[in-house]
T-cell receptor, first 113, second 110 residues
Framework: NAGVMQNPRHLVRRRGQEARLRCSPM?????VYWYRQLPEEGLKFMVY????????ESGMPKERFSAEFPKEGPSILRIQQVVRGDSAAYFC???????????FGPGTRLTVL | DAKTTQPPSMDCAEGRAANLPCNHS???????VYWYRQIHSQGPQYIIH???NNETNEMASLIITEDRKSSTLILPHATLRDTAVYYC???????????FGTGTRLTIIP
């Protein structure tokens, strides 16, 4: 059973461009979580989704950030008009049901020039 | 904000038991204690969790004090691959998100 997959692993964008980060959960997992880790800091929760629904987006910045988890395909974290402060590692996690341990992917490292 | 306090760093000799403490003095009766670790540049890895009783799995043991105000994660025979940042997390039963603190940076010394 493959683990959580994230791509790309590294992404470089210039200021003002869009970044799309993809997360494929483990097989059979319908709960997806996104976390952000700024350089030299701990992980911060961003958003929790189930298939086609956003359940908790309390950690998402109010502007430029959005997330989706469509019925088919991976979950997408989208950052519009990126700024240097968006440079971070973005981790996705999945679980089979709510309230269980979360399995994390290897992360996407976003660098904004 | 994280509801836990951990020492920022610890060293442990290879082959010895690593004991990582965590204070969670404001924990509520139905909140769980979770432990994750993050090896450099990788995604966090689940280790173990518990509510009241001590727990053991193939990776580690979790000892929770009777008053539940603190706990200790024990890696029985530390190896160099156990070098990582270890996070102790208090999680309410119906809260999905994990609130990470600053963790303990454990270094295993050869």
């Amino acid at each position: 059973n493959a683990g959580v997959m994230q791509n790309p692993r590294h992404l470089v964008r210039r200021r003002g461009q869009e970044a799309r980060l993809r997360c494929s959960p483990m097989k059979g997992h319908s709960h997806v979580y996104w976390y952000r880790q700024l350089p030299e800091e701990g992980l911060k929760f961003m958003v929790y989704l189930q298939k086609e629904n956003i359940i908790d987006e309390s950690g998402m910045p109010k502007e430029r950030f959005s997330a989706e988890f469509p019925k088919e395909g991976p979950s997408i974290l989208r950052i519009q008009q990126v700024v240097r402060g968006d440079s971070a590692a973005y981790f996705c996690a999945s679980s089979p049901t709510g309230g269980n341990e979360q399995f994390f992917g290897p992360g996407t490292r976003l660098t904004v020039l | 904000d994280a509801k836990t306090t951990q020492p920022p760093s610890m060293d442990c000799a290879e082959g010895r038991a690593a004991n990582l403490p965590c204070n969670h003095s404001t924990i509520s009766g139905n909140e769980y204690v979770y432990w994750y670790r993050q090896i450099h540049s990788q995604g966090p890895q689940y280790i173990i969790h518990g509510l009241k009783n001590n727990e053991t799995n193939e990776m580690a043991s979790l000892i929770i004090t009777e008053d539940r105000k603190s706990s200790t994660l024990i890696l029985p025979h530390a190896t160099l691959r156990d070098t990582a940042v270890y996070y102790c997390i208090v999680r309410p039963p119906r809260e999905e998100k994990l609130t990470f603190g600053t963790g303990t940076r454990l270094t295993i010394i050869p």
